[in-house]
């Protein structure tokens, strides 16, 4: 059974751009959720989606933003990129969310210059 | 508001038993995660607590004392694999139960 697999891994872009990261959950799962990882930081919520729905939000600008299709594979986008937004994004994938073991991916790891 | 509080490094030596304690302030506790990260790599879920009381899977252990508002994770038998970021996460019904996570704490781990 194939994992969660997120694509690009790393990913440069120079602030004011846009970008777009791509998540594809373990096949049945339905829950994608999105997190902002920043060294010695823990797990900054983005957002959840559940059947092609935003189920719950976290505390981020609106420039960060996110869908998901009917096959469940996800994507977030962030618009007006801003030195900040350096950080490891991770997704995680689980049965229906309130699961108690969410199956993350590997991450994409994004360098904003 | 919601918060937890981990100790931000632990040293342990290779053999040896180490407990890493999480504290967590929230409304409406549904129960405790623990996740293990190595360097670049993702999280990996290691257990999780919704009730009071000690779960064991192999060398990891974890405890919850609702009334408290605490939890810790043990590894025993240490091996040097494990030097990791470990990190407790909440589901609480005052985040809509998503999971809320702490900053993590760094095992290290000396031969």
């Known amino acids: 059974k194939a994992g969660v697999t997120q694509t690009p891994r790393y990913l440069i872009k120079t602030r004011g751009q846009q970008v777009t990261l791509s998540c594809s959950p373990i096949s049945g799962h339905r829950s994608v959720s999105w997190y902002q990882q920043t060294p010695g930081q823990g797990l900054q919520f983005l957002f959840e989606y559940f059947s092609e729905t935003q189920r719950n939000k976290g505390n981020f600008p609106g420039r960060f933003s996110g869908r998901q299709f009917s096959n469940s594979r996800s994507e977030m986008n962030v618009s007006t990129l801003e030195l900040g937004d350096s950080a490891l994004y991770l997704c995680?994938?689980?049965?229906?969310?309130?699961?108690?073991?969410?199956?993350f991916g590997q991450g994409t790891r994004l360098t904003v210059v | 508001g919601q918060s937890l509080e981990q100790p931000s490094e632990v040293t342990a030596v290779e053999g040896a038993i180490v407990q890493i304690n999480c504290t967590y302030q929230?409304?409406?506790?549904?129960?405790l995660s623990w996740y293990q990260q190595h360097d670049g790599g993702a999280p990996t879920f290691l257990s999780y607590n919704a009730l009071d009381g000690l779960e064991e899977t192999g060398r990891f252990s974890s405890f919850l004392s609702r009334s408290d508002s605490y939890g810790y994770l043990l590894l025993q038998e240490l091996q040097m694999k494990d030097s990791a970021s470990y990190f407790c996460?909440?589901?609480?019904?005052?985040?809509?139960?998503?999971?809320?996570w702490g900053a993590g704490t760094k095992l290290i781990i000396k031969p």
């Open positions: 995680a994938s689980s049965i229906t969310g309130g699961n108690t073991e969410a199956f």
């Open positions: 996460a909440v589901r609480a019904m005052d985040s809509n139960y998503q999971l809320i």
């Open positions: 929230t409304s409406g506790f549904y129960g």
